[in-house]
Every structure is written in C-alpha cells, then in structure tokens.
C-alpha cells in the first residue's frame, strides 16, 4: 500500500469536528422524532424505571445475558451506595441457543439459575431477580416488555413480539423454581446506567461498546425516566463502500447501521474488507480482539502484528505490510470512537442544554475496555467538540454494571 493510498483511506474514514457536530444535530431530531413516537432510526424506549436512590437495600438475584455470555448473581445491597461483592456463576450460550427454539433457549436460562441456586442451597429462598436482556424490547412496565427484533447474531425462533418475563417465568416453572419472582426486566445499558448511579449522583448516561453497542439516559422531560435510545440502529452516518459491504452481508441489511460502524461483532469485519482491498488479497478473517492485539503491539518489527495475520491466514508479512494493518485498524477504531462521542454529545446536550451541570457517563463493553486507545479516542472527541466544558463530563469504564444494575433496578421496583 502506498502512502497515497494510505492518505486516501484515513480521508475516507475520518470524522472531522464539523461532521460530528452535524451528526450530533441529527442524532438529537432523531431523538426528539423518536420520544414523540414519530418514525425515527432511534427507538427511544421508556423503561418505566428511574435511577436508583442509593438507599437500596437487600439480597438479590440478577440474570445477564448481554451475549454469548451469561451470568447469574446474587448481591446484597447494603444502602448509601454499598453493595458486597457479588456471587457469580458464568455460562456460555453456544450456536444451538441462539439460533434454535424460544423452549430451549429460556429452558437454558432457567437451567442455569437452577443450577446457581442449588449449589448456594437457595433452591428455597425467596427472593426477587431483575433480568437484564441486551436486545430491543418494548417495555409495557418495568417488569414486562416484547422483544422488538434480535440483534448480535442471535436468531432464538418464537419470540419476537412476545412478553421476555413470561416466557421466563414459564420456563422458571417447568424448572420448579418457585421462590424467584421476576421484578425488573432491563437492558444493559440500564444496568450499567443503575450500577454507577447507586454511588455516583452525576451519573446519568449508561453506554455498551462491546459486541453490540447502545446507549440510555435520564431523560428530565419524563421526570428522569430512563429512556433506552437503542442508538445501534442509528443511521444517519456518512458510510463507505466497505461498511455498505459489510452490512449487505450481514444478516439484517440496512438495521443496526451504527452498530456495523462501531460494536466489536462489526469493527474487525470492516477492517478486514480494507485490509484485503489494499494490503493482504488473501486475508481470509480477521476480528475485533485482533485489530485490538495489533494496535497493541509495541514490539520491534511488529513482530505481534506478524503472528497475529499468520493466525489470520497469512504466512509472511513484511513490516510495512504490517504497519500499513495497524494504521488501516486504528483509521476503523478512531473513527468508531467519535462517531460513539459525537452521539454523546447529543444526550448530554439533551439533558443539559448549555452544558452547565457535571455529568458522568458509564461505558462497559469489551471493545471500551479492552481496545488500547478507544477510551481516549472518546475523550479527544468530546474536547474536540466541546472543548473546556468537556471537563464537565467524566466518561468511566462501569465494569459489569449490567447484572448489578438488574438486581439494584429490582430493589427499587419493589
Ligand atoms: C442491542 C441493545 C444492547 C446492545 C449492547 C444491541 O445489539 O440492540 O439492546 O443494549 O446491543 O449489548
């Protein structure tokens, strides 16, 4: 690749200051459309539960099911922001659970509460669980709500359009478990919203980057309801050929178009469609957790780099092969990052107008905390955009909030 081409691409990719303030304008009518209950990309989810007071106390049980990755938790809220450390038991949900039945896939959940209450000995127990479920639902009630449409991959037959709760109670039942009644159904930005706010007041915007990505917030029109924007399907972004590739290829085109230019199920996907077009032809995969080891790799002669692209299918490389991999990789990451912080943007303004508040953002996902420089990358951003008032908005790394969050939202549920 050649230098020329390299300009070319890092021109095609960026997202100048003047583009993410234009973006940030229509994200914000698209939230606005979206809050009227007009069409809008943004679906703007009321989720019938506010941030919690802090004063929650109690034992709880918590489902997260953000993945392929499943949780169950229990915690016990001790008030003034407090909680112990959570039990945890972690499963993985494999190719049959999320693309066959609604049966087998919630009779799985239930299996693995089951399993997690009988090796506490709190098969008799009775306790209240709040249930994070990472997709689109349509909340009718904080404790029930319709799945809108699968997202991540997941294909589970028979459930969209029906209520998530009662199919879980269904299976809950089958499994005999009694004691456990479901008392809050979030997603998990709602989580990761409610777990920084239990011990930070300022914290008022939850955020996913990782496989999928979404972001929610207190919205003060609706008194400080949390509204989950479901931001993935946001579509007003400036596309290139190789995103087009990617989400025809995909397996809802022209859906979660965000989402295919930001979460981490997407990002090595687009890398690759570049890195084949103008450095390795022959590259067969390549993905997130990659792009991250490689923009990584501080070594001599990317020597990282190299084992890396060996793993990808491609035996040698030199080093300007490999160099031209990491800057195609950090063109893709950098421009993830400020499409996330010029959306950002748009909430906080949304909620604070001239910005005169301090406000915290909570970000968990594997892409947030594991990719080397999308951290910082937001924080440029939002000083590019913002600049002093920036320092107004502390953006923290909530680590697993989701299944916290789930079992706090449940406590204040009641
Ligand atoms: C889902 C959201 C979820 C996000 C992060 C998206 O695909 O639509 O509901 O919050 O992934 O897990």
Not at 105 to 132: D, H, P
Request: aromatic share 6%; net charge positive.
């Amino acid at each position: 690749m050649t230098n020329k081409s390299l300009k070319i691409i890092k021109k095609y990719f960026n997202v100048s200051v003047n583009e993410m303030r234009k973006l940030a304008g229509d994200f914000r009518s698209e939230m606005d459309k979206g809050l009227a209950g007009r069409k809008s990309s943004l679906k703007m989810i009321p989720t019938y539960t506010k941030r919690p007071s802090g004063t929650e106390i109690g034992k709880y049980i918590a489902l997260d099911l953000g993945g392929t990755n499943f949780r169950v938790l229990e915690i016990e809220l001790e008030g003034s922001g407090r909680m112990s450390r959570p039990r945890v038991m972690k499963f993985k949900l494999n190719k049959r659970h999320i693309t066959g039945s609604g049966d087998l896939f919630f009779g799985f959940i239930a299996g693995c509460l089951k399993n997690f209450l009988v090796k506490n000995k709190e098969m008799n127990s009775v306790r209240k669980m709040g249930f994070t479920f990472s997709f689109p639902v349509k909340q009718t009630e904080i404790a029930s709500g319709n799945l809108v449409c699968w997202t991540k991959g997941f294909k589970v037959s028979g459930v969209i359009g029906e209520d998530i709760v009662g199919l879980l109670e269904a299976a809950l039942n089958k499994k005999g478990i009694r004691g456990v009644r479901v008392a809050a159904l979030i997603n998990d930005t709602v989580g990761t919203l409610a777990a920084k706010s239990y011990e930070d007041k300022n914290c008022n915007i939850g955020v996913i980057i990782g496989t999928g990505t979404n972001a929610c917030y207190a919205e003060p029109e609706l008194g400080g309801m949390i509204v989950n924007t479901e931001w993935g399907n946001f579509d007003k972004m400036r596309r290139t050929v190789f995103d087009i590739l990617v989400d025809s290829q995909s397996d809802r085109p022209g859906q979660q178009v965000l989402e295919k230019m930001v979460s981490g199920m997407y990002l090595g996907e687009v890398a690759l469609k570049v890195i084949r077009a103008h450095v390795l032809p022959g590259l067969k995969h390549f993905n997130t957790e990659q792009m991250s080891a490689i923009e990584s790799d501080r070594s001599n002669g990317l020597t990282v780099t190299g084992k890396v692209l060996k793993m990808a299918g491609i035996k040698d490389t030199t080093p300007e092969e490999r160099l031209a991999c990491r800057e195609i990789s950090s063109i893709i990451s950098l421009r993830a990052a400020r499409l996330s912080a010029a959306c950002l943007e748009a909430i906080v303004k949304k909620i604070d107008p001239s910005i005169s508040n301090r406000h915290t953002i909570a970000i968990d996902g594997s892409v947030y905390e594991k990719h080397p420089s999308f951290a910082n990358n937001i924080s440029s951003a939002l000083k590019d955009m913002l600049g002093t008032r920036a320092a107004r908005i502390k953006v923290v790394l909530a680590k697993d909030g989701s299944g916290v969050g789930a079992a706090i939202t449940a406590a204040a549920a009641g």
